[in-house]
């Protein structure tokens, strides 16, 4: 079974920077493809970034490309999402996710493991 374990959210002013980290037990990470999502109240979960299995490929959602930068540690089981120059718009509930797939998938329904999320609030 794979465990996805989120860290790093929380409060910051617009402009400021946040790392989220994504910590995978159960599973080899490098068997993966891994996603970022976030999710507002009352909203439908939408892609943020992903990265492939071997951390050479990245994908961005167009709001937050030039801002968010995803990497993986394979050798530490770990996901990061660097986040920078934010804004009021990125608060959310961030939530990590994990794809046995071969490919990077934009589709929330295509991930087969998610972590229980944590919370970013970006202040103006």
């Known amino acids: 079974q794979v465990q996805l374990v989120e860290s790093g959210g929380g409060s910051v002013q617009a402009g400021g920077s946040l790392r989220l980290s994504c910590e995978v037990s159960?599973?080899?990470?490098?068997?993966?493809?891994m996603g970022w999502f976030r999710q507002v109240p009352g909203q439908e979960r939408e892609f943020v970034a992903g990265?492939?299995?071997?951390?050479?490929?990245?994908y961005y959602a167009d709001s937050v490309k030039g801002r968010f930068t995803i990497s993986k540690d394979n050798a530490k089981n770990t996901v990061y999402l660097q986040m920078n120059s934010l804004k009021p718009e990125d608060t959310a509930v961030y939530y990590c996710?994990?794809?046995?797939?071969?490919?990077?998938?934009?589709?929330?329904?295509?991930?087969?493991?998610w972590g229980q999320g944590t919370q970013v609030t970006v202040s103006s």
């Open positions: 159960g599973r080899t990470l490098a068997n993966y493809v």
């Open positions: 990265i492939s299995r071997n951390g050479d490929s990245t």
């Open positions: 996710a994990a794809d046995r797939r071969l490919y990077v998938n934009y589709a929330r329904a295509l991930y087969d493991y």
